[in-house]
């Protein structure tokens, strides 16, 4: 296999929510399988140290470029004048995007680039313009000229053809890492969070609008309204975002101020305890690409009801409980008191080393479309 960069330069940790996780699975993945491969983490100043224990295999290197993640502007500008000119000073002339923003021109490099959803296409009141003008440039580019597409889910894939009219693109699903050995004793998060085993509802999301988490306020207004036997309390994770100040808000509008925690981030051994003792996990998104949430809380046995929208169903499997309004407050009370028994979906679909052999393989074919 011909010496591959990963490029890990947009990657700003602990900000960029599911993608990061995304990335993190798949190397972890690939560290661990017994293939031979020649991997270069292309990381940036203020993100080398989250990548370099990698290195402890010889199948992984490092190359850090001269710029900051967090200096979004400076850094694209940077890896559309210096990217590819670095990489062909280290011989490299392939490169993998695990996200969407390669450099506009490919200057002599082929780029396979994974596109997790086209969400500034779909809602372009919840990004700032300057947002919305840059994907949507990236987007073209990648379709235009990127050597391979990879697609998350089938849903993303189909959405991609309609917009941009490129069928070539390959659906590999997000891997996912989990296991029952990590959590910590609940009793620790018990007294964090004034919280008893199956005496809460629990949701994952970035505070941002398509995520929906207001609906989850107005079912708590309703569980507290009608004296229903429900939680009485909701634990929401996740990272902030632009309706952070509005959900505040609408719960002091509310009165729910003793109803809602927000966890803020936590760790991976915290989130799944919470996924093992909710009495339902709620997740009320009407717009994903993929949806790992979901697939996680299965995995330690949580309930789950969510919704029907975009990739959902398919990345549940159909197993999960679906509501057909996602904003219907009292349909959403309706499925959370339904007693019908959960099926487990197939966990081994997402497994880390299942999805790291399918893109090393991907990536090791000689033949890449010239574009």
Known sequence: MKRTAIDLLWLRPGKVGGTE???????????????????????????????????????FTILQADIASAG????????NLHQNKLLKKHGITRCFEPVYCKPWLNGGVEYTCVIHDLQALHYP????????????????MDVLNAARIFAISNWVREDIIRKYHRKDIRVIYNPILVTKEEVVPFENLKKRYHIDEKGYFYTIGQLIPHKNIETLLLVMQLVRKENLDLPGKLLITGINGNAASQLQKKITELGLQDNITFTGFISNEER???????????FPSVFEGFGMPTVEAMYFGARVVTTQCACIPEVTQGKAVYVQDPYDAEEWIRKIETKTKQEEPDFGRYAPEHIARIYLEALKE??????
């Open 366 to 371: 000689d033949e890449w479309k010239k574009r």
């Open 125 to 140: 009141e919840y990004h700032p313009f300057h947002e919305i003008v840059y994907s949507r440039m990236c987007w073209r």
């Open 21 to 59: 996780f995304f990335i993190r699975n798949l190397l972890d993945g690939l560290s661990k399988l017994d293939e031979d491969f020649a991997f270069v983490l292309l990381v940036s100043r203020d993100n080398a140290d989250t990548f370099v224990h990698y290195t402890k295999d010889r199948r």
């Open 72 to 79: 979004i502007g400076k850094r694209i500008i940077w890896q």
């Open 272 to 282: 799944n305890t919470l996924y093992q003792n909710c009495h339902t996990f709620l």
